[in-house]
């Protein structure tokens, strides 16, 4: 498994995916995971643009990332997505609120 | 987008979809002939919404809750804030408020009083202008806007949105507003 400092290149291609977009594509587990954390679409957009992409699974028509970070508010958000190379898109699949520690 | 187990994946046009609990608004957001349902074709099983212009779509709504001259309330105003990418202090800050005093306005226990929030609708619309190049915003009617109370108003905000294609050249989508 490589390290989260490795995923760059897909870093950079979902940030020039997310700066072409002209739609983005929320699964139904996506819709249903933002409802129960009371995650929103400015946190998902955030996320995705500001965070770390920490898994990355290449295939033939793009590839399957896992990108952690934190919304405007500083809650950890995780989002799981699919890059589509073929369409310039990004469909959400999975979301999740990280509860905060506390120390 | 995963595909059913029966293989295979079909689109068609949501006549009517409800779209405020996804962007998070207070508010109902309905947008017309915009977006995409993914479904199997044998199953009938929804697989998902494609959603075009997300962060427009953003800018769009917010900008439409501004102009409307109904009191915001604390959920209101989050959602404005987020839409504007900023933290809380960051907000409070330009509206010359304390972090304490914001959040107070965000959380229901003090309403905003009305040069605040005149304040607030005036932010939003120039933080998002240039997203919404195609909409014409007054901000002096904003900013003179007789604000009034949400308990006044018999119906509670709707936006109902479609898209629109501006130039058939350079197709440049849009969100028009059809009905307040």
Redesign the interface.
């Known amino acids: 498994m490589r390290k989260a400092a490795e995923y760059e290149a897909e870093e950079i291609w979902l940030h020039e995916f997310l700066r072409f977009?002209?739609?983005?594509?929320?699964?139904?587990e996506?819709?249903e995971t933002?409802?129960e954390f009371?995650?929103?679409?400015?946190?998902v957009?955030?996320v995705l643009r500001n965070g770390k992409v920490i898994f990355a699974d290449r295939d033939e028509c793009g590839a399957r990332i896992n990108v952690y970070g934190r919304?405007?508010?500083?809650e950890e958000i995780s989002v799981a997505a699919?890059m589509?190379s073929e369409m310039m898109?990004v469909?959400v699949?999975r979301v999740k609120k990280h509860r905060r520690t506390q120390l | 987008m995963s595909k059913c187990e029966k293989g295979g994946l079909q689109s068609r046009t949501v006549a009517e979809f409800d779209a405020s609990a996804i962007l998070g608004t207070p508010f109902s957001v309905v947008l017309h002939n915009a977006v995409k349902e993914k479904m199997c074709p044998k199953t009938g099983i929804v697989l998902g919404h494609v959603l075009p212009m997300p962060e427009k779509l953003i800018s769009v709504a917010a900008i439409l809750r501004t102009c409307e001259p109904i009191k915001l309330n604390g959920s209101e105003i989050k959602f404005l804030r987020k839409s504007m990418d900023l933290k809380a202090k960051d907000l409070a800050d330009r509206l010359c408020v304390s972090p304490e005093q914001y959040s107070r306005y965000e959380n229901d226990k003090l309403p905003i009083s009305n040069v605040y929030e005149k304040l607030l609708r005036g932010e939003v619309c120039l933080h998002h202008l240039d997203n919404v190049k195609h909409i014409d915003i007054d901000i002096r009617g904003v900013m003179a806007m007789k604000i009034q109370s949400a308990h006044d108003i018999e119906k509670p905000v709707v936006l109902r949105l479609a898209p629109v294609f501006v130039d058939q050249d350079k197709p440049v989508e849009k969100w028009k507003k059809q009905v307040a």
């Open positions: 977009q002209q739609e983005i594509c929320l699964e139904v996506a819709q933002m409802r009371g995650v929103t679409m400015s946190d957009l955030y919304n405007c508010d500083g699919r589509v898109h469909a699949i």
